[in-house]
């Protein structure tokens, strides 16, 4: 003890302090960055891995089809009667087949409806000539046994059906505040979930001036990925501007818990964004929605997992001029069934 005082006393006296700290401090950051580096390279091949599987994986949910619809069953859902319609067309759609999806609205890359159907009441639609087509996977609002779904199909990519399928499930059975699955098709590819009743927290703000919206149809070939870094950091500069006359501290604190249980059923890389937030009409309570990009992580060491959170903790930050840090929050349970 009595050398450690020593060295501590020279280190004062002879200004080495001054350059210990900076030397840790950089030694601490050049290991972040290598930590970085590496589970950034173990995301990829966690995605190779995935598809490589997709095939084993795609048969294991079809077979599972109908225990993933009952716990479905116990998650959010809105009845087509409480969607806002003309008494003819919910004449219409209530007429309809119990094994049939009846096309309500098309929704655009801004969240916008294109109605089938005439006015809805609290929906934001859009006229014909002002809907922009989404690049990748088409989403439809639809009528799914008497209750409102939205449809989303994958164009053939087994890979992202299953994915976000499977985080649906394991984020229902949770608990969390997502959408829940009311139908899958494995013949066409198409997952339909629960419509949550709200505006997303992109359309409040582009209402309260905030210029959010994307004035181009989307391209085939999509932004690359500096383009996507300025639009982000646009778009939450934009945001942030008019942020405190939409929601308060509190709905902010309660959105990231939300996160952090989203985290803790092992879900990470969570598209934070506005348009993937939904403020409930009736409580005011946030929904996340849109996981084609997350990944399910069922088994992580404490170390990894904070590390893995950290990215979206980052976002989080940028979106909402929050200072969260990644806690130590409880980790997933280790599921003994399938990932």
């Excluded at 966690?46 to 949910?61: I, M, P, S, T």
């Excluded at 699955?181 to 590819?189: C, I």
Aim: charged letters at 25%; hydrophobic letters at 40%.
């Amino acid at each position: 003890m009595r050398d450690l005082r020593g060295v501590r006393f020279l280190t004062h006296e002879t200004g080495l302090g001054a350059i210990v700290k900076p030397v840790r401090r950089m030694l601490s950051r050049a290991g972040s960055m290598l930590l970085t580096a590496y589970y950034a390279q173990y995301r990829r091949y966690k995605r190779f891995v995935e598809r490589l599987g997709v095939a084993r994986e795609f048969q294991y949910w079809r077979s599972q089809k109908d225990s993933v619809l009952r716990t479905g069953e116990a998650g959010y859902r809105l009845k087509v009667t409480d969607l806002g319609l003309t008494p003819e067309c919910l004449a219409q759609l209530q007429g309809q087949e119990r094994s049939e999806e009846i096309v309500i609205a098309d929704i655009d890359k801004n969240g916008l409806w294109l109605s089938y159907v005439g006015p809805i009441e609290n929906a934001p639609t859009v006229a014909p000539d002002h809907y922009l087509a989404r690049r990748r996977f088409p989403v439809q609002v639809v009528a799914c046994d008497g209750y409102v779904g939205v449809r989303k199909s994958y164009r053939g990519a087994k890979t992202n059906m299953v994915r976000e399928l499977k985080i649906l499930h394991h984020l229902g059975a949770a608990g969390c505040h997502v959408p829940a699955l009311l139908n899958a098709d494995f013949e066409n590819l198409t997952l339909t979930t629960s419509y949550i009743a709200g505006r997303a927290l992109k359309q409040e703000l582009a209402a309260r001036g905030a210029n959010l919206f994307s004035r181009q149809p989307g391209k085939a070939a999509g932004p690359s990925a500096l383009q996507r870094g300025r639009i982000r950091n646009h778009r939450a500069q934009e945001g942030r501007r008019v942020l405190s006359a939409i929601v308060g501290q509190p709905f902010i604190e309660m959105l990231y818990q939300e996160l952090c249980a989203i985290h803790t059923a092992g879900v990470m890389d969570v598209d934070v964004k506005y348009g993937n937030i939904i403020v409930e009409r009736q409580t005011g309570e946030p929904y996340w929605i849109d996981f084609e990009h997350a990944s399910y992580y069922p088994n992580l060491s404490p170390h990894a997992f904070r590390s893995l959170r950290k990215p979206d903790a980052h976002k989080f930050n940028l979106f909402f001029g929050a200072k969260k840090r990644t806690c130590a929050i409880k980790l997933p349970n280790r599921d003994k069934g399938r990932a």
